[in-house]
């Protein structure tokens, strides 16, 4: 608590802000999260197709948890992409059946 009472002491409110930490740099740019969120916004894509094509078109290697993250804080819900049966025809759908 001393430390914030010598922050508030001499700085104020804006010595209770929490300030930069130090650390690795963000693998992902603002704008590579930005193409991630475009892509995700035109297809089903799960995240490791994300991730290799991320790979593929930015030459950027992040991991799958990555990917994730940075649509989670774009505010992104992350699903299991599910195989349907909705769209596939039947070759012999309302034919009776033969013996």
Do not use: I
């Not at 700085?11 to 930069?20: C, E, I, N, S």
């Not at 603002?30 to 916004?41: I, K, S």
């Not at 950027?60 to 819900?77: H, P, R």
């Amino acid at each position: 608590m001393a430390c914030h009472r010598d922050a508030w002491l001499v700085r104020g409110f804006a010595g209770l802000r929490d300030l930069p930490r130090s650390g690795a740099p963000r693998k992902l740019s603002e704008t590579l999260r930005q193409v991630l969120c475009a892509w995700a916004q035109d297809e089903a894509y799960t995240a490791p197709q994300l991730r290799s094509r991320l790979s593929e078109e930015q030459g950027v290697q992040v991991s799958v948890w990555l990917v994730q993250s940075a649509l989670k804080e774009q505010g992104y819900v992350w699903k299991r992409t599910r195989h349907s049966l909705k769209n596939e025809t039947k070759p012999n759908f309302g034919e009776p059946r033969q013996k």
